[in-house]
């Protein structure tokens, strides 16, 4: 066997060596505290977070201006949806619905700002949907699983139905996207 290069000999000895090399240097970095307001030793109560977002698409800390806008709901299907559908799918019958379910988890994400609805798909998040709410005229929502999820129902002025799946708070969602499409005096009332 022909002897060993003082290169590779030094990376072997690196590998087997227990100690870090001496030109690496690890430091730990404090985190910053949290303050908590606890009353009666009650934990905080869950919040719903709005941030900030320029046009184009990046957030922004506590910026307002012209070009901002605001996220309100910002998530992918929910999780029981897949839960429920995994469940189902032991049984060879619902296997279709559940690969429907597992894809909807993994590459589908829903956005509503307070300018427009964006639906992100795909494995790289190539494929993306984006339209304002003064193109939106009706909205329609559709409970499942006793009402934990849901599916939304956009229907755009071109006739576009936009079917937005198993979307977590989908009656907050709606009633937003509602809101949102009212004040841009975009939205059909019907009886």
Known sequence: MPPLSTATAAAVSSILSPNPPQALSFHTIPLPQTRRSS?????????????????????????????????????????????????????????????????????LRYRFTSRRVTVVSGLSGADRTDFPYSSVTSVVVVPRFIGEWGDIIITLRDGTKVDLRSVPRFREVADYCRSMAAAEGSLVVTQ
């Open 39 to 107: 009353s009666s030793g009650a934990a905080a109560s869950p919040r719903l977070v709005i941030a900030r977002a320029s046009a184009s698409g990046t957030t922004r800390g506590g910026e307002a201006g012209v070009g901002a806008e605001t996220v309100f709901f910002d998530g992918g299907a929910h999780y029981g949806d897949l839960a429920a559908n995994l469940l189902l799918g032991l049984t060879l019958l619902w296997l279709p619905l559940t690969l429907a379910a597992v894809s909807r988890a993994f590459i």
